[in-house]
């Protein structure tokens, strides 16, 4: 059985276009080599309805969701709060997350003021996913999992969320590259990919390539995995071409 | 009134990992620049019940949806069939785009074949979208944009898309830069950002750049947005730092 996700992204400066999320393709890599799906990504505003809103949408379709953003010490960082309200629990100071901020503050010499201890403040009884690099921890709560959006910082998270999901069988992969025309060999792999109900077969072209068309196969069942890529080889093959 | 939008963005490829969109930030920017804001993003699988799902509930929440991907000549291209059934109207070969494919494929020596036909096979009484690269064109429906995935063939399209939409006062945004904490001005941040509600006020943190702190401020009203940004200026000032 297909174990399947979602990436909720909170933040408006993705949706503004003055940052390029770095966060969705890395995640979803790890997912896949995990032999999980990601089934939907979301971007939100920081806005408690839609997050909210989003967050339960999510958390009832699919087995995990994972976000990413608004969970720093500033005004606009709202994910946390959310996240405590969507699941109907207080929104409270965790003791070791606080102790954490506290010591490694303290060999800063930085105070742990209000707005730093935001960062400790989390739903009641989440659990903490580890921060390697900045320390103010992510946090888990039901099969939610809440990281931080700083490229860097998400990735650290990650590592420890990697731990705490079940995996399924992993998603094999293979790509066979050709600069033959997508219309010219629709049918044929159309009837491939009938053929082969448990692989899935995309076709991409690309502009200003060469190889300028991608084939790309994935299933968790190598045997039909081989055969169907054995089948799109033969194909290219037949139209005077060898996959690359 | 906020002119409000939303993306839909179909594609397998982008959620196993293997593609990375660039599609949503340009979009974004675009948006942005018409004073439209952007509100929603949402990645789908190349998957009818879950583009139909999103497609009506976007449509229904915003004023405008403009969706990427899955309108190519292969069985994985199945957004143009989707939205018809989302739109309950039949999915008909339209003769002014058939018309272009031939004139377009005749130049070139390709047959237009049951595949290509697809191309021009859209939802009844969809208007088409120019596609000035690769001819096959994108469509609209009501509130709806439907253009292709390959990001140089989508930028062409919404040229045309962007004579079609109507704009609102554009959102002007001002950036100061500098290496303050987060943590340290947190609260004064939130205190200007209460004071101005029609600016947008939103802090980034980077890790490995100097400088290390982008403090963006955006709004449509230019007084309020010069005035938040004197005050974001003058507290950074007053924290024995430049804004830069």
Do not use: W
């Amino acid at each position: 059985m297909t174990i399947t996700s979602a990436i909720l992204v909170v933040g408006n400066e993705i949706l503004s276009g003055s940052t390029q999320d770095a966060n969705i393709a890395f995640i979803a890599k790890r997912l896949a080599a995990r032999g999980i799906q990601l089934s939907e990504v979301r971007i939100v505003r920081d806005d408690e309805a839609q997050i909210i809103g989003a967050l339960n949408e999510l958390r009832a379709k699919y087995r995990y969701v994972f976000t990413t953003g608004g969970i720093g010490p500033t005004h606009d960082d709202i994910t946390a709060e959310c996240i405590a309200k969507a699941f109907c629990v207080p929104h409270v100071v965790n003791a070791e997350a606080k102790q954490r901020l506290e010591e490694y503050y303290a060999t800063r010499g930085v105070s742990l003021n209000e707005a730093r201890l935001r960062m400790a403040t989390i739903p009641e009884g989440a659990k903490l996913i580890d921060n390697p690099v900045t320390i103010a921890p992510g946090f888990n709560i039901g099969n939610v999992f809440v990281m931080a959006g700083v490229p860097k910082i998400m990735q650290g998270m990650f590592d420890h969320v990697d731990t705490l999901i079940e995996g399924g069988k992993p998603v094999l992969s293979k790509a066979l590259r050709c600069n033959l025309r997508e219309g010219d060999i629709a049918a044929e792999l159309g009837a491939i990919q009938k053929e082969f109900p448990e692989v899935d077969i995309g076709s991409y072209p690309h502009m200003f390539q060469t190889p300028s068309l991608s084939l790309v196969l994935r299933s968790a069942d190598e045997e039909h995995l081989e055969a169907a890529a054995g089948k799109v080889a033969a194909m290219i093959h037949a139209h005077g071409e060898e996959p690359q």
